[in-house]
């Protein structure tokens, strides 16, 4: 069994493959370990009844004991044994990857686990050394259920461009709240969780590779799941499958305004929600717009067209067709569009419109 692989290991114990093979130890004569029996104290959360989702991790308490051939206490066995979670969720910083294991067992075992969500397991491996090569005999936990992560979940980080479940294979938390679609786009669909506005980071780009089928702006997703990936400080659900419910209307996008728009821990909070900028200038057209269909607009009057400080892209090219921003340099406009990030870009910040409605011009 290749221990690098802990998600193929444990779909083999599951399926109860060979897995687990006995090795004689030509040192001692002894068989080892066939696999070990993980037990968790206290409460691990049921199907129906998961634990709450911890942004800051959890810890949970184990009792492991070496098994042999004939199911016995394997008492003879002692060494260190390595620790995974697997299918979701990673050992905490700090937390020790391997336990001792002396005369079979090793009893009230802390063990720090975060990022863990939906079905889980905690398992032990004796993989051995370079020195001493181990039997592979593994041992899972009994499944630990924890609620999915919400959008906000998902999200929230102190570090801009990045994500907490960044590479995680997701089930977006929608039991008893709104998530709706304020945008579509040519690749996808943008998503915001009504439920949970005040804090932020509710909202997030539903990366569908192509034109996303049977939504439409307002649409209620009732379930979604897919991949979170971060997309040059962008954040996405990759290939998500989902579910279509009713519908909504009256969307109210967030202003953001020029005290705002410099602030990136402020503006990774409204990442992929509605919102608008009122009375913004229109900077000179410059090379991002000949290259990527981007132009500037100055949120913060005093901003300056040519760092790009104190304003914003707009990619309006494939939305509002009927607006040409050549015939609007130096003017006023109002702007409605989801905002998304993109590290390359000046200014990082894009505000991607939805029609031609989402743009209305204030002065010449």
């Not at 290991?9 to 006995?22: D, E, F, R």
């Not at 005369?103 to 905690?122: C, F, K, M, S, W």
């Not at 924890?146 to 980080?157: C, D, F, K």
Request: hydrophobic share 40%.
């Amino acid at each position: 069994m290749n221990s690098k692989h802990p998600v193929l290991a444990l779909a083999l114990v599951l399926a109860g493959g060979s897995a687990c093979v006995q090795e004689i130890d030509k040192s001692t004569g002894k068989v080892a370990p066939l696999t070990f029996k993980v037990e968790i104290e206290g409460e691990a959360g049921t199907e129906k009844s998961p634990l709450p989702y911890s942004s800051t991790g959890r810890q949970f308490v184990l009792n492991v004991r070496a098994v042999d051939d004939a199911g016995e206490p394997a008492t003879w066995f002692s060494g260190q044994v390595y620790l995974d979670v697997a299918p979701r969720g990673r050992l905490a910083q700090g937390q020790a990857s391997t336990i001792t294991i002396k005369d079979g067992q090793a009893l009230g075992v802390p063990v720090e686990v975060v990022r863990a969500h939906g079905a889980t397991n905690i398992w032990v491996e004796d993989r051995g050394s370079e020195d001493a090569p181990g039997s592979y005999a593994t041992g899972l936990s009994p499944t630990i259920h924890i609620a999915h992560p919400t959008l906000r979940e998902i999200n929230e980080t102190d570090i801009p461009a990045s994500s907490p479940l960044d590479g995680d294979f997701v089930k977006v938390n929608a039991e008893g709240r709104t998530l709706v679609v304020t945008g579509i786009a040519v690749d996808g669909f943008y998503l915001t969780d009504l439920s949970d506005m005040t804090a932020g980071y509710n909202a997030i780009f539903a990366h569908t590779h192509s034109r996303p089928k049977g939504i439409e702006q307002g649409s209620v997703i009732e379930e979604i799941i897919g991949t979170v990936v971060e997309f040059y400080g962008f954040t996405e659900l990759g290939f998500p499958t989902y579910r279509v419910g009713g519908k909504l209307s009256n969307l109210v996008p967030f202003e953001i305004t020029g005290d705002l728009v410099d602030d990136d821990q402020a503006m990774e909070k409204l990442e992929s929600r509605l919102v608008e900028v009122r009375d913004v200038t229109v900077c000179p057209l410059g090379d991002g717009y000949a290259t990527f269909g981007q132009w500037v607009v100055l949120v913060d009057p005093a901003g300056n067209c040519n760092s790009g400080q104190g304003g914003v892209n707009v990619v309006s090219a494939l939305s509002a067709t009927g607006f040409d921003p050549a015939d609007h340099v130096g003017g006023k406009l109002h702007i409605v569009g989801d905002l998304r990030y993109h590290a390359a870009a000046r200014p990082s910040w894009l505000l991607y419109t939805r029609n031609d409605d989402d743009i209305e011009v204030v002065s010449e």
